[in-house]
């Protein structure tokens, strides 16, 4: 009974929004994570077997020239809000939703298309509709895979620049990129080690970055949607 009252305490703690008492329960919280980012199939939970990122980065235009701005991890702000809610959803929406069909679809890409979709250069990105001719060059079956490409890199492209406008509103985006990044968890036999233990038994990561890609914008009312949500559950406000 005691160790259920101090669980329901912990946890109503670290729902409410970030304060010294949220902030004082953190730490012996760790072992909720895997509940809020599991998925729920009728009654019984479908275990977190990895932990599933995209992160976005930004091109920025100096006097001295371009320069890329540090990482932004949006599964960590997208999660910061079910951490803060006793009821809602139990992952991250976008990484959620697009992580899988980001990786399917360049998946679905031809040697030769990937090599046009991986720009390496984000002084020189090509405008997207030069992207999308370069894709599709061939035969009706290439373009088909090119154009469901592209709404996704698309989505992932313009919520990257709405993220990273919002986090460096006076500088210049000529260019911006996400990862996605997953590594899986530790097996079940190390789970009771020490938290380096279980660190060290997880398998390697893997990460893909996505090439440069030309900025979209959204509207203004989206683009002041985004700023709020981040402004409010970033790790670093």
């Known amino acids: 009974m005691l160790v259920a009252g101090f669980h329901v305490v912990a946890v109503s703690a670290a729902a409410l929004p970030p304060n010294r008492y949220s902030d004082a329960v953190r730490p012996v919280l760790g072992y909720l994570n895997p509940y809020f980012t599991q998925n729920w199939r009728l009654f019984a939970p479908n275990p977190v077997s990895s932990d599933r990122t995209i992160r976005f980065q930004a091109a920025i235009r100096q006097d001295d020239g371009v320069v890329t701005t540090s990482w932004v991890d949006w599964t960590d702000v997208e999660l910061d809000l079910v951490h803060h809610r ?5 992952a991250g929406y976008v990484t959620n939703k697009a992580y899988s069909s980001l990786g399917t679809r360049y998946g679905a890409l031809a040697t030769v298309q990937r090599k046009v979709a991986d720009v390496g250069d984000p002084a ?3 405008s997207w509709r030069t992207l999308a001719a370069d894709l ?10 090119a154009r469901l490409y592209l709404v996704y890199d698309r989505a992932a492209t313009r919520l ?7 986090r460096h509103p006076r500088s210049e985006i000529v260019a911006v990129r996400y990862a996605l990044r997953s590594q899986g968890v530790a097996p079940y036999a190390a789970r009771g080690g020490t938290k380096a233990e279980r660190e060290a038994a997880r398998p390697l ?11 979209l914008p959204g509207g203004d009312a989206e683009r002041k949607a985004v700023a709020d949500f981040d402004r409010r559950h970033r790790s670093d406000r």
Do not use: E, F, H, K
Request: hydrophobic share 45%; no cysteine.
């Open 86 to 90: 006793l009821i809602g959803n139990r």
């Open 124 to 126: 020189a990105v090509p």
């Open 136 to 145: 599709g060059q061939g035969n009706a079956a290439a373009r088909s895979v």
């Open 160 to 166: 990257a620049t709405d993220v990273m406008m919002s």
């Open 205 to 215: 990561a893997d990460q893909r970055i996505n090439g440069w890609r030309a900025p």
